[in-house]
């Protein structure tokens, strides 16, 4: 097997890259700058776009997702799939499991923690299907645990199996197969060597664009709440303008992130990135323990086991479930809810799976597809479920308790985590707890950014690490900051959205034929049919 899939380039700028799949996304890129940045309506147009792709693939989302879902949790709980190994059988892990799972953790999430800890749980606190359907009452203890139940749909098994099913592919035919670990190497399949040329190629442009749309809207999300906490520390008056940030300050937050985060790419992984991942860890857990002592952790620990009961309970329902029926308004306010949270969280974390998954197959060699699965799967939703709990938990208690008095609830989605902490706190504690918020933000989005600009490197160079990198990681971290600039200052954040959930719609079908060609795969391994690749 040679080693790249991927024809390269032997001389010149792009050597040892594919010079086609790059220039066909910078192409992209490029014209949807220019498009975003010369049509005054755009972020209408997008919206229009957006609406005709969930009302046609909605559904289509929800079905893929669940579906990766079952595949991931029966192939590990099946004896014969379970304890095989990626890798041969004798071939053992390269990291102790508390390593493994904490790499994986900290690579799968990030961002969002912060941003949707509180936001989440207080926005389905006041409104979700079983409010919408007259099944619990907004605003009171009654719905508590139906606002966790849609909350942990979010961040429980079926995000995490998506970047599961991403990893396990890539780590079975790389680990198996001796093949690149590359997105288009599972393909070889159903494909054989074809999937080196034109449906190679096109695997890896939507894997491409779906990691810089993933990150952009990642970025976006956070340095709006970046701004809202440098204004909450400094109390500059440039920075927040009517409640809102600024452009800017949204500029000006794009620019430093997308700097740090290249110069954080250069270093390698073996540096920066290394660096930043375990001090976003060390953070994360100070945060953490700071709000389980501080914070509401009797409330927090019922909420945590109900939330978990009923969210388990419901997950068949929430999963399948798909409103479509806009005749009625009570059908219209559950279509709008489901494409405004579920819908858009698939195609985030869609998204995110192509370097997600590629990151997860890199350190998961040797382990046997059941352990895969409870560190790929399961404890990373517990994790989720514990942050969303213990922070979130202790916002709504501080609501239902009458300290807060509408102080958090009525705050900006990005800034309710800061209006917790002013709550909370005593006043000399909450500058430093708000600047560790900022800190760990700030790592989160430069730690996010600096890896997809590896990954997307990575893809183009067909799996190959390429000594001469350092000029296609700075025009890539451009790219991105490019994109994002121009998405914020067109249309906001609702321009990231539109862009994002048309944009992970290519990768999911993807990822759909992924699936098929491992299962394809593992049969043939099984039953000893020689493999499309070696034919």
Known sequence: MSESLTHVETAGFY??????IAISVKLIIVLLVLWTATTPNAADMLLVVQAATIDYFGGWYIGATALFTILCL????????GSQRLGMPDTQPEFSRFAWFSMMFGAGIGVGMLTYSTAEPLYHFGNNPDVIMGHAEALTVSNVGPAYKWTLLH???????CYAVVGLSLAYFSYRRGMPLTIRSPFSA????????????????????????GIAVTIGYGVTQLTFGAHHITHWPWLIEESQPTKLALAAAVGVIVLA??????????????????????LSWVLLLIFLVFG???????????????????????????????????????????SNWTIFYWAWWIAFTPFVGLFLARVSRGRTLREYAVGAIILPSLMCFAWLCIIGGTALDLELSGVAQGAI????????????????FQQAWVFPVTCLCVVLLLTYLITSADSAVLVVNTIVSGGVEQEHASQHIVLWSLLLGLVIITLLLAGGLDALRSVMIIGALPFSGVMFLMM???LTAMWRDRHGVSSAANT
């Open 155 to 161: 961040y429980g098994l079926t995000p995490w199996a």
């Open 296 to 338: 509401a952790t009797w409330f927090a620990g019922e909420v945590f086991v109900q939330g978990v009961l009923d969210y388990l309970a419901a997950l068949p329902a929430m999963s399948s479930t798909i409103w479509s029926d806009t005749s009625t308004q009570k059908g219209l306010a559950l279509a709008q809810w489901q």
């Open 190 to 213: 159903m494909l054989g060597q074809r999937s080196s040329t034109i449906i190679g190629a096109f695997v890896d442009t939507a894997a491409i664009l779906a990691t810089l749309i």
């Open 261 to 282: 985060a290249m110069l954080s790419a250069l270093s390698g992984l073996g540096r920066g990135i290394k660096w930043l991942s375990n001090l976003n860890m060390v």
């Open 409 to 424: 609830l009525n705050a900006d989605l990005s800034a309710q985590l800061f209006a917790t902490v002013d709550v909370l």
């Open 15 to 20: 050597r040892g890259y594919n010079r086609g």
């Open 516 to 518: 098929l060609s491992l």
């Open 74 to 81: 029966v192939l590990a709980l099946l004896p014969k799939t």
